[in-house]
């Protein structure tokens, strides 16, 4: 192995300074207790590209000009900042599970250690300036807030019009409550960001309040990308503006709050969910949006269906009698799944209802209902009340109470001739039998109603403006083969381009898991098996996994397999 050879000596060697200079330097240093290259620097005696190089040279790693670098949101969703702040480092490329990551001194064996722990990936050091990274790292994420307005600025022809859902909630009271010089401000942040998320496409608003301040953060396509830091100032009118928008109550600040509210813009509607949560340093808020009336255009074969799967799910919500499960996590596409569902089997000669805890998106067609807390008129009352309205079809919205999947189970069971369709949280198609077991509900019920689970995630389809084909691992295109025939597999990665803001994704795709259980999983779920024997009884059943349908699509260049190892 090669000797290391210190930097001040490598500097005499290349007749870069003089004996003297280093010694300077060297008693410069232990004034200060800074680094010998940071010294250098500020001796003027070096510059930042030669620091880059000697430490490169020195260090036997390789030296980056973080200039020719674009760090994308992506690279900075996998270090939390905090760790890039504190110890200088900063993702320059993510390749499969290597991430590089420039830093001062690529020798620090415990940091390596800690990233790799912290990210899940290899980590490739390569070697930069201090300054350097202190630099880019300020540009990054230090945007001035007197700028936030610049920042903000939106198309200048796009209009926004709020739509206030309960009908005594009146401007007035906005006035009430903005009574200081913030109130235009405010005004404007909000409207601002409201519409910086329609032009966008974000699905979600994170406002994440600071010691210092506030941070808004948008997410796009699944991932989360800071929007704006506005003046501190604003941040708790900000919440209250938002809060009376939504009709939560602006005085509890120290409980939960959830409520809603309908913008226009450009001749479209968006229904924005509200909710509030108290944490350390105040109100956290994360506004959730929609199209109160895009699942009407929803349509299955759009939603990212393998051929085989889609035909089969078709013949499933086809039948005249059963319960068909969609379960996932949040944000995995669920609702979107069933009213595309909805759309694809409702005919004039069909009574279908849909009961959700709160009915925004509209159908054609199709009766639709909510429940009444006021009123005294409960979700799981409305759900007992259902099994006599003599429905072909009934989709029920979330299943979260025992009570409620008791009452769907029993619209399904009570009746012959009724399909019944639900959703479950749940982040593995079978645990979600798992679940409601653990909830009290009797296996026999599920083992007698459970016709089919579709199980889903939502993974970002590839930018295909972008997109470049190369050779899998020898074990991975092994893998593609067997599922696709394909002689010769490929995978896909997209370089990231203007259309897709160089990230290389836009928009998102959905993988699907459709289990129809057999008499040995309906025997297993009776019995109430251990999740080992449930698990491995369902792997008997042919169907195809989550990893094998996100093979597929990455063979097909509709995905990426880094994207799909990320979802499963």
């Known amino acids: 192995m090669r000797n290391k050879q210190k930097i001040g000596e490598l500097l005499i060697d290349l007749n870069i300074i003089s004996r003297e200079d280093l010694d300077r330097a060297i008693q410069e240093q232990k004034r200060t207790g800074q680094r010998l290259g940071a010294v250098l620097l500020k001796l003027n005696l070096l510059s930042e590209e030669?620091?880059?190089?000697?430490?490169?040279?020195?260090?036997?790693?390789?030296?980056?000009?973080?200039?020719?670098?674009?760090?994308?949101?992506?690279?900075?969703?996998?270090?939390?900042?905090?760790?890039?702040r504190k110890h200088l480092v900063l993702p320059v490329q993510l390749e499969g599970k290597t991430l590089t990551v420039a830093m001062a001194n690529p020798?620090?064996?415990?940091?390596?250690?800690?990233?790799?722990?912290?990210?899940?990936?290899?980590?490739?050091?390569?070697?930069?300036?201090?300054?350097?990274?202190?630099?880019k790292i300020?540009?990054?994420?230090?945007?001035?807030?007197?700028?936030?307005?610049?920042?903000?600025?939106?198309?200048?022809?796009?209009?926004?019009?709020?739509?206030?859902?309960?009908?005594?909630?009146?401007?007035?009271?906005?006035?009430?409550?903005?009574?200081?010089a913030e109130e235009a401000p405010v005004i404007k942040l909000v409207n601002a960001v409201i519409l910086a998320s329609l032009e966008q496409g974000a699905t979600h608003v994170h406002v994440e309040p600071r010691e210092d301040g506030f941070e808004i953060y948008l997410r796009i396509d699944g991932k989360l990308k800071l929007l704006v830091k506005p003046p501190p100032v604003l941040r708790q009118n900000f919440i209250n503006r938002m809060k009376i928008l939504s009709s939560i109550d602006i005085l509890k600040r120290f409980v939960p709050g959830e409520g809603y509210f309908r913008a226009k813009s450009k001749n479209m509607y968006f229904d924005i969910d509200v909710a509030t949560i108290p944490s350390l340093h105040g109100e956290r808020m994360?506004?959730?949006?929609?199209?109160?009336?895009?699942?009407?255009?929803?349509?299955?074969?759009?939603?990212?269906?393998?051929?085989?799967?889609?035909?089969?799910?078709?013949?499933?919500?086809?039948?005249?009698?059963?319960?068909?499960?969609?379960?996932?996590?949040?944000?995995?596409?669920?609702?979107?799944?069933?009213?595309?569902?909805?759309?694809?089997?409702?005919?004039?000669?069909?009574?279908?209802?849909?009961?959700?805890r709160t009915v925004k998106n509209r159908l054609a067609g199709i009766n639709q209902g909510q429940p009444n807390e006021k009123a005294g008129y409960t979700y799981e009352m409305g759900l007992q009340s259902l099994i006599k309205q003599d429905m072909d079809v009934l989709m029920v919205g979330e299943l979260m109470t025992r009570d409620a999947i008791m009452s769907t189970l029993n619209a399904s069971l009570s009746n012959s001739k009724t399909l019944v369709m639900g959703r479950i949280l749940s982040n593995d198609t079978i645990a979600s039998i798992l679940l409601m077991v653990d909830m009290d509900v009797p296996p026999?019920?599920?083992?007698?109603?459970?016709?089919?689970?579709?199980?889903?995630?939502?993974?970002?389809?590839?930018?295909?403006?972008?997109?470049?084909?190369?050779?899998?691992?020898?074990?991975?295109?092994?893998?593609?083969?067997?599922?696709?025939?394909?002689?010769?597999?490929?995978?896909?990665?997209?370089?990231?381009?203007?259309?897709?803001?160089?990230?290389?994704?836009?928009?998102r795709i959905g993988l699907f898991e459709l289990i129809e259980p057999n008499d040995e999983l309906r025997d297993a779920i009776l019995t109430r098996a251990e999740p080992a024997v449930l698990k491995r009884v369902a792997e008997s059943i042919e169907y195809r996994s989550f990893r094998e349908d996100g093979l597929i699509k990455a063979a097909e260049g509709l995905t990426s397999y880094d994207e799909v190892l990320r979802l499963i």
């Not at 430490?55 to 200039?67: D, F, M, T, W, Y």
């Not at 945007?143 to 739509?163: M, R």
């Not at 969609?326 to 669920?334: A, E, L, N, R």
Request: proline fraction near 5%; aromatic fraction near 8%; charge should be negative.
């Open 50 to 84: 030669d620091l880059e190089y000697l430490l490169s040279r020195q260090l036997n790693v390789p030296a980056i000009n973080l200039e020719h670098f674009a760090i994308t949101g992506e690279l900075l969703n996998i270090i939390p900042e905090k760790i890039i």
């Open 107 to 135: 020798k620090d064996l415990i940091l390596l250690d800690d990233l790799a722990y912290v990210t899940g990936y290899k980590i490739a050091p390569v070697v930069t300036g201090i300054s350097a990274l202190q630099n």
């Open 138 to 180: 300020s540009e990054i994420f230090e945007k001035p807030s007197a700028g936030w307005e610049k920042t903000l600025e939106t198309d200048s022809t796009a209009d926004l019009e709020i739509i206030k859902v309960e009908k005594d909630v009146k401007e007035e009271d906005l006035e009430k409550v903005f009574q200081s």
């Open 286 to 356: 994360v506004m959730t949006f929609q199209q109160p009336f895009s699942k009407e255009r929803l349509r299955l074969d759009n939603l990212g269906f393998a051929p085989d799967t889609l035909e089969r799910f078709k013949a499933l919500i086809g039948q005249q009698r059963g319960f068909l499960l969609v379960t996932g996590p949040p944000d995995s596409g669920k609702s979107s799944t069933l009213y595309a569902a909805l759309n694809h089997i409702k005919s004039p000669d069909k009574a279908i209802f849909t009961y959700e």
């Open 444 to 507: 026999f019920m599920l083992y007698s109603a459970l016709t089919a689970m579709l199980g889903q995630r939502l993974v970002r389809r590839l930018c295909q403006k972008c997109i470049e084909d190369f050779d899998p691992p020898v074990e991975i295109a092994a893998e593609i083969r067997k599922l696709t025939g394909t002689a010769r597999p490929r995978l896909f990665r997209s370089r990231g381009c203007p259309a897709c803001g160089l990230t290389g994704y836009k928009d």
